[in-house]
């Protein structure tokens, strides 16, 4: 079973500059989940999608960051402007469905090193 | 409110000696608790979890976590450690009681596992 997949796996931009990642969940996952990982700290998550629809957005910057899930399969995050403080891992997962004890699965993640 | 603690940065163990991974945990019902490892430049990998029954839970590479109610309590535990297992360990919660909404999964800052040969 092909895992969770993220593109790119390393991006460097300036302060100010825009940019997008991109998610395909495990095949047949109806949840998806974006979550920012900056160093020495435990992931926190920015958005949640069941489907196509966003469950939870709570944590998102919305005044810079936007997430979409078009057609409930794979997902680009975006963020635009970036900030200095935007430097992190952001980690893509999927689960199956929104069952309390369903099980994430994490792709490998994206750096972003803001300058 | 839900949260977890781990309350060590880094644990320190020998090769071939046990080793514990603590994480404590506060909801408002009853948890699910899992357990993650991150290696270096990889995502989160999945090692176990607890949802209901036995509070012994087994899980991957010989991991095991033992869920205490009365401690709230869920430390992850290897008999004997391998310099492999050097990583980094995630402990996650996620409260059973669902008030109208959804519970997020809440995870937690994260232990540093060094194993010396």
């Known amino acids: 079973e092909a895992g969770v997949a993220q593109s790119p796996r390393y991006k460097i931009i300036e302060k100010r500059q825009s940019v997008a990642f991109w998610c395909n969940p495990i095949?047949?996952?109806?949840?998806l989940y974006w979550y920012q990982q900056i160093l020495g700290q435990g992931p926190k998550l920015l958005i949640q999608?069941?489907?196509?629809?966003?469950?939870?957005d709570s944590q998102l910057p919305k005044d810079r960051f936007s997430a979409e899930r078009l057609k409930g399969v794979d997902s680009t995050l975006k963020i635009q402007p970036a900030k200095l403080e935007d430097s992190a891992v952001y980690l893509c997962?999927?689960?199956?469905?929104?069952?309390?004890?369903?099980?994430?699965?994490f792709g490998p993640g994206t750096r972003l090193t803001v300058l | 409110a839900q949260s977890v603690a781990q309350p060590e940065d880094q644990v320190n163990v020998a090769e071939g000696n046990p080793l514990t991974v603590k994480c404590t945990y506060s909801?408002?019902?009853?948890?699910?608790l899992f357990w993650y490892v991150q290696y270096p430049n990889r995502g989160l990998q999945f090692l176990l979890k607890?949802?209901?029954?036995?509070?012994l839970v087994k899980g991957s590479y010989g991991f095991e976590a033992e869920f205490n109610k009365s401690q709230t309590s869920f430390h992850l535990k290897k008999p004997s450690a391998l310099v492999s297992d050097s990583a980094l360990y995630f402990c996650?919660?996620?409260?059973?009681?669902?008030?109208?909404?959804?519970?997020?999964?809440?995870f937690g800052t994260g232990t540093k596992l060094q194993v010396i040969p």
């Open positions: 997962a999927s689960s199956a469905g929104l069952a309390g004890g369903d099980t994430q699965y």
């Open positions: 095949s047949g996952h109806a949840t």
């Open positions: 999608f069941q489907n196509n629809g966003v469950v939870d």
């Open positions: 909801v408002s019902g009853n948890p699910y």
């Open positions: 607890y949802i209901t029954g036995d509070n």
């Open positions: 996650a919660v996620r409260d059973m009681m669902n008030s109208g909404g959804y519970q997020k999964v809440t």
